[in-house]
């Protein structure tokens, strides 16, 4: 039997190139298909298989139907060998003909066939294709947990977790979930596209720390400005710097300050890091040392000038500040939606201070509506405004900035000024339990002295207050997980006795 099989596969590949164009896959295709039964021996199955798939591939999108069902055949093939190169090159050409939903059956078969990383990565790249970005984003991580524990795919491991961050960078209510993916690639050997992505993913984290590991993967980047993806990490960088403003740890400066030295201009570069050096000094400097740095951050960068005298009036009870000292004061600073938001916390700030309560609540929703679009990163004054609305007397200042909170817990960026946990405390106070849990959860992931305890505290306020209302499995759940925490909170605190 075996002797007949191999006889007839020779006579398949023989009519498979005996002509051109595609009569030898027409006359080949049905002596393939002889072989493709139960008993054949897997070896020369797996042969007839392939060579059948080639012909349907030649003969054109008809007979799609045709290979679905040559598919379920392959699926059956298990322990036959490693063909998945050959899957892979008819997998792309049927893609490059248009025929995407036969490439992703044949896809389908050989991860049922052997399930590889390689294999699970391929067949998520087509569900993406067709549009199934939910089953791709699923299969991805599949993919990534294979890729893991299997020898030699570690490329398929990065690149499958940078298929997954970059989706979810386009989603503000999924930044843990991103800074999880990317802080697990390793990037080393990865292609730029892939480092640009995951860095893009651990800037979205709570922790400086990496913050800075995904600003080295810009240096790295834009070590060549020559390319597009240099310049762009080289400017993503100086966005970083900016959108954060004094709360940019020095850790994170020196990483800009790194990544700013590849600006090929040497007046663009000089001008760059010497506002990346003011920005600093005035972040930790006091008294006339930081109007010293104020005024010499005006020369640098006129257009933020009226921003930062703004910030400096509302600190010391001087209303809106003197923007005339300026010539460029008469400008609205909003040369950029991220300087345009923190205009906007400054403004609800200094409103607050002076009892306007509809101003200060119109310009917290305004905020809350630009940072809804995602149209700029959130700096410390955004932040300052919307835990000083929390703590008003004013009921509808503490909406609109309860409505802002909920934005800015949300979406990517820095921990606050002074950390989640008082975020965590006034939402508490403001009656959102739900947003007060979430901002506990930042500020435990942030590693907040104390978080813990906290976040166990308001879950366990939470679970009572679900009990009173009857339903009783959400409130076992936020019972049973508060214990957890006030528990590893307590070991917490007898290791530090």
């Known amino acids: 039997m075996a002797i007949f099989d191999a006889a007839t596969l020779r006579t398949a590949e023989g009519l498979e190139r005996s002509t051109t164009g595609n009569g030898g896959a027409r006359f080949a295709l049905p002596v393939y298909k002889q072989l493709l039964t139960p008993g054949s021996e897997p070896a020369i199955a797996s042969r007839a298989a392939i060579g059948a798939l080639r012909c349907v591939l030649k003969l054109g999108r008809e007979l799609d139907t045709e290979l679905e069902g040559i598919a379920a055949y392959w699926s059956t093939l298990s322990g036959s060998g490693p063909h998945f190169p050959a899957i892979l090159d008819l997998c792309q050409k049927l893609a490059r003909a248009g025929r995407k939903n036969a490439a992703l ?186 109007a010293d740095a104020i005024t010499r951050a005006a020369e640098l960068a006129p257009e933020i000038f009226p921003l930062v005298c703004r910030a400096r009036a509302a600190l010391t009870g001087g209303g809106q500040g003197d923007d005339a000292a300026h010539p460029a004061a008469s400008t609205e600073p909003a040369s950029s939606p991220s300087l345009r938001l923190a205009s906007l916390g400054l403004s609800a700030f200094v409103a607050l201070g002076k009892g306007r309560s509809r101003e200060a609540a119109a310009a917290l929703d305004e905020a809350a509506e630009l940072a809804t679009t995602g149209g700029g990163r959130v700096g410390p004054p955004v932040w300052t ?61 942030g590693k907040e002295p104390s978080a813990r305890a906290l976040l166990g505290s308001i879950l366990r306020e939470q679970g009572w207050a679900l009990a009173a209302r009857g339903q009783r499995e959400l409130a076992i759940a936020a019972l049973t997980e508060a214990k957890e925490h006030l528990a590893a909170a307590a070991k917490e605190g007898a290791r530090g006795r």
């Open 105 to 290: 059956a044949l896809a389908g078969a050989e991860v049922e066939r052997e399930e590889t990383a390689r294999a699970l990565y391929l067949f998520a790249r087509l569900l993406e294709l067709t549009g199934d970005g939910d089953g791709a984003f699923l299969a991805f991580a599949k993919a990534a947990a294979r890729a893991d524990v299997e020898k030699g795919a570690g490329d398929v491991a990065v690149a499958a977790r940078a298929r997954r961050v970059e989706r979810l960078l386009g989603d503000r209510s999924t930044a843990s979930l991103a800074v999880a993916d990317a802080t697990s690639a390793d990037p080393m050997g990865a292609p730029p596209e892939q480092k640009l992505v995951i860095a893009l993913g651990r800037m979205r984290s709570p922790s400086r720390f990496v913050r800075a590991s995904g600003l080295s993967l810009l240096e790295e980047i834009g070590r060549d400005p020559t390319t597009s993806l240099g310049r762009h990490a080289i400017r993503l960088a100086a966005e970083h710097a900016d959108a954060l403003g004094d709360a940019l740890t020095p850790l994170e400066a020196d990483r800009v300050a790194a990544t700013l030295r590849h600006v090929p201009d040497d007046a663009a570069r000089e001008n760059a890091l010497a506002r990346l050096a003011v920005a600093q000094t005035i972040a930790s400097s006091r008294g006339e040392a930081q």
């Open 385 to 445: 405004a919307a835990r000083a609305a929390l703590d008003s007397a004013d009921s509808l200042v503490r909406a609109a900035g309860v409505r802002l909170c909920e934005v800015l817990l949300s979406g990517p960026g820095a921990a606050p000024p002074g950390g989640h946990s008082a975020f965590a405390l006034s939402l508490a106070r403001a009656g959102r339990p739900d947003l007060a849990v979430r901002a506990a959860r930042d500020a435990a992931a």
